[in-house]
């Protein structure tokens, strides 16, 4: 069932990335997401209303600290520099290749330009790394990891996941809670939202590279249009990001016919739905285009954090929802 979603998504995903807004030369517009304490007694409520009304939200109240803090966030965050300052030849001794036998996880390196697709009209200026969504067990692929990495950054970046795991399965139980009592999801699918995928969830770890003075490591064609992340959707039920909060950002969601640009809020996670929500609940919540790009003005590096949480493996979808979301 999940393999037929995958493959459905995939074919609308191909004609968002072709059909997708173009750049502009202009700073785009900030777009003020709404702010959702966890530690608020309504925040199930507040995540809710944000989804339907904006697609996303800001979440406080994680205990996670931020990018420059001392905490979950940040010690990943500063194991990441380290990681990606590697050798090249370090980095690429983990290239990541297909899905390991017997499960759907690519595990390990991509490097710079590898997820651009047609890479002579658009190069993704980026190397990320690939690792298990939060449980590591028998059933789940395992991480990999660069012989010069230390023991302590291996531990940093293992307990991430982890952490955004238990977020994101607290998040989805109470939105799966609020919207079966709203009637926006039925039981069955609030309780496939609820129970998670284990071993379908991913956290990436992406490290943008500015597009100058060398066209992104000297790697991009020259009439390439140089970007960050193509415009694209996510196909699970949520996705949780961790940027750095200096600069820009990167990060846009195409919002009211334009892309607007999510700035970095200190100690907060942006949350958006993704696409298997969207198709579920026949439309009422969406999954917003988003893309990343260098924000103008700046020619810096980036490191964010991705994870991308998922239903249960078990979870229909059925023509009649994806026929109403459209």
């Known amino acids: 069932m999940m393999e037929r979603f995958m493959t459905g998504v995939m074919n609308v995903l191909v004609v968002v990335l072709i059909l997708g807004p173009t750049s502009s030369a202009n700073a785009p517009e900030e777009l003020h997401l709404r702010v959702v304490d966890l530690a608020s007694p309504s925040w199930a409520k507040d995540a809710l209303d944000a989804l339907v009304d904006d697609a996303a939200f800001l979440l406080t109240g994680h205990e996670l600290g931020g990018s420059d803090s001392k905490g979950t966030v940040g010690a990943a965050f ?52 690939s690792l298990a969504g939060g449980s590591i067990s028998a059933n789940v ?11 302590e950054d291996v531990a940093s ?49 992406f490290h943008y590279l500015p597009y100058e003075p060398d066209r992104c ?25 961790a940027q ?11 919002n009211d016919g334009a892309y607007k640009a999510v700035l970095p809020h200190n100690d ?14 026949r439309g009422r919540f969406r999954s917003p285009l988003h893309r990343v790009r260098q924000p103008l003005g700046e020619n810096l590096e980036r490191t ?23």
């Open 78 to 129: 500063a194991a990441a520099s380290r990681l990606f300052a590697l050798p090249e030849a370090s980095k690429k001794e983990i290239v990541a290749g297909p899905p390991l036998p017997g499960t759907s996880a690519v595990r390990g390196y991509l490097g710079v330009g590898a997820e651009s697709g047609t890479r002579t009209s658009r190069f993704e200026c980026k190397e990320s790394l």
């Open 244 to 254: 750095a909060e200096t600069g820009g950002g990167g990060l846009q969601i195409f």
């Open 268 to 281: 907060s996670l942006i949350i958006n739905g993704g696409d298997w929500l969207e198709l579920v609940s």
């Open 141 to 151: 692929a395992p991480n990999r990891w660069p012989q010069e990495l230390n023991a």
């Open 157 to 205: 970046l293992e307990a991430l996941p982890q952490a955004l795991r238990a977020i994101a399965v607290r998040l989805a139980e109470g939105l799966a809670k609020e919207a079966k009592m709203r009637g926006l999801l039925t039981l069955e699918d609030s309780a496939d939202c609820a129970n998670g995928g284990d071993g379908l969830e991913v956290l990436r770890v």
């Open 304 to 326: 964010a954090f991705v994870y991308f949480h998922y239903p249960a493996q078990s979870a229909p979808l059925r023509p009649g929802e994806v026929a109403a979301a459209m």
């Open 217 to 241: 490591s000297g790697r991009a064609p020259a009439d390439a249009e140089l970007v960050w992340s193509s415009d694209h959707t996510d196909w699970g039920s949520l996705t949780l990001i």
